[in-house]
């Protein structure tokens, strides 16, 4: 599987879009962008993926270069709850290989 | 949405002994189950997979002796740690990939709650 790059730490206003980007440079054609996230102690919880095309769900969206080499997971309006550890993995959908992730913290 | 379930939750134990972490599909079947490792502070790391009816498939560096994995059945897998010591308290987690799985497809895994470890 492909490797992601994703900062270490990000902050956000509680209310303001949260946008956390990712490098995938080496990704393949058949390799999905998945974003998982962990609240603390809990375990993954799915939020989108996507292969070619933008993606929106009722947690968030999923922009995705046309060269598919970067992504962007966009949460519209954070919240408290949002708080944790956000994984951008590449994957053809067997094993997920978890990076060092973005840890997000939404302030009030 | 499918659901996954760990048990026990939490554990301690004592230094020497023998943990059995279960891991249940609850409402769907799964082909493949997946065991991570999580140390204070780091991201999960693959240990295993397993694949009902056949050997779980190790990751590089993990001993198939001390962490045995059993997929009996459809909806469940288990994880037993052998004669544990405190180097192996641990944050435990396993995810299921349903039995549709489509390689070259979508598909979505489903974690389980976690099992947090501790060896005294």
């Known amino acids: 599987d492909a490797k992601t790059t994703q900062p270490p730490s990000m902050d956000c206003a509680e209310g303001r879009a949260a946008n956390l980007p990712c490098n995938h440079s080496?990704?393949?054609?058949?390799?999905?962008v998945y974003w998982y996230r962990q609240i603390h102690s809990q375990g993954p919880q799915y939020i989108i993926h996507?292969?070619?095309n933008n993606e929106t769900n009722e947690m968030a969206s999923l922009i995705i270069t046309e060269d598919r080499k970067s992504s962007t997971l966009i949460l519209p309006h954070a919240t408290l709850r949002d708080t944790a550890v956000y994984y951008c993995?590449?994957?053809?959908?067997?094993?997920?290989?978890f990076g060092k992730g973005t840890s997000l913290l939404v302030t009030p | 949405g499918a659901v996954v379930s760990q048990h026990p939750s939490w554990v301690i134990c004592k230094s020497g002994t023998s943990v059995k972490i279960e891991c249940r599909s609850l409402?769907?079947?799964?082909?493949?189950m997946f065991w991570y490792r999580q140390f204070p502070k780091q991201s999960l790391m693959l240990m295993a997979t397993?694949?009902?009816?056949?050997?779980?498939?190790?990751e590089q560096g993990v001993e198939k002796d001390k962490f045995l994995i059993n997929h009996a059945s459809l909806t469940l897998s288990t994880l037993t740690v052998t004669s544990a010591h405190p180097e192996d308290s641990s944050f435990y987690i396993c995810?299921?990939?349903?039995?549709?799985?489509?390689?070259?497809?979508?598909?979505?895994?489903?974690f389980g709650p976690g099992t947090r470890l501790t060896v005294l």
């Open positions: 995810s299921a990939l349903p039995l549709s799985w489509t390689s070259g497809t979508y598909n979505e895994q489903f």
């Open positions: 080496t990704i393949s054609g058949n390799e999905y």
């Open positions: 996507g292969l070619k």
């Open positions: 993995i590449v994957s053809t959908g067997y094993a997920l290989n």
């Open positions: 409402d769907f079947q799964a082909t493949t």
């Open positions: 397993s694949n009902e009816g056949s050997k779980a498939t190790y």
